[in-house]
Each structure stands twice: as C-alpha cells, then as structure tokens.
C-alpha cells in the first residue's frame, strides 16, 4: 500500500491550495480516509475525514469553513481543498487510509500514512 501527496507550496496568507493523495493497493471506499497535520512542536492534528460509506465529510473545527475533503474514486485519490489560508495552517499534511480502530480523527486509528507534502503560510 502506498499513499502519496502532492500539491503543497508556499502561499500567502488569504491563498488557496489543493492537496492530492493518490492510494495505491488500498481502495479508499474500503474504510475512512483523513488528513492529519503536524506542526513543528504540535502533535499530530486530525484536519478531515471521509466516513465510509456514505462518504460523509467532518473537518476540524479550525478549517470547518475553510477546508474541503473529497474523494475521486476511480482515480483513488484523496484531495483537500484549502482556502483562506492562515499562518496558523503552515505544517505537513499527511493522508491517513485503512482504518484499524473505530475513531476516524484518531491518527492512532489508521493504518497507512503517506509522507506528507508541506504547506507554509506566511
């Protein structure tokens, strides 16, 4: 299984980005799909997640508004839209697939990570 993430950079502040995460070995309809960040000196922080298999979205309450998860199955990829982006969203962003728990916010809960890609906001 592998899971990888594209789309970060640098942007200013009020900027747009959007994330991609393309799974491989793993169909995402197969379990929830999240975004985690880490920040340096923060631990992980659950952003959103996919719920399976409705595809319902939750996102964090500090980009609810501002952040979108979706989800292109056939392609079975992970994206996550950012706007307005804030100093305070600057991290890695990590995409989360295969759920081994119940709690698809808890990064403890999933089973494949990607590496990340980096977002700066500044």
């Known amino acids: 299984v592998q899971l990888v993430e594209s789309g970060g950079g640098s942007v200013q502040p009020g900027g747009s980005l959007t994330l991609a995460c393309a799974v491989s070995?793993?169909?995402?309809?197969?379990?929830?799909v999240g975004w985690f960040r880490q920040s340096a000196g923060k631990e992980r922080e659950w952003i959103a997640s996919?719920?399976?298999?409705?595809?319902?979205?939750f996102a964090a309450d500090s980009v609810k508004g501002r952040f979108a998860i979706s989800r292109d199955l056939p392609e079975n990829t992970l994206y996550l839209e950012m706007n307005n982006l804030k100093p305070e969203d600057t991290g890695m962003y990590i995409c989360?697939?295969?759920?081994?728990?119940?709690?698809?916010?808890?990064?403890?809960?999933?089973?494949?990570w990607g590496q990340g890609t980096q977002v700066t906001v500044s």
């Open positions: 989360a697939a295969g759920l081994v728990g119940y709690n698809c916010q808890a990064s403890a809960d999933f089973r494949y």
């Open positions: 070995g793993f169909p995402i309809d197969r379990s929830c």
């Open positions: 996919i719920y399976r298999p409705g595809g319902n979205t």
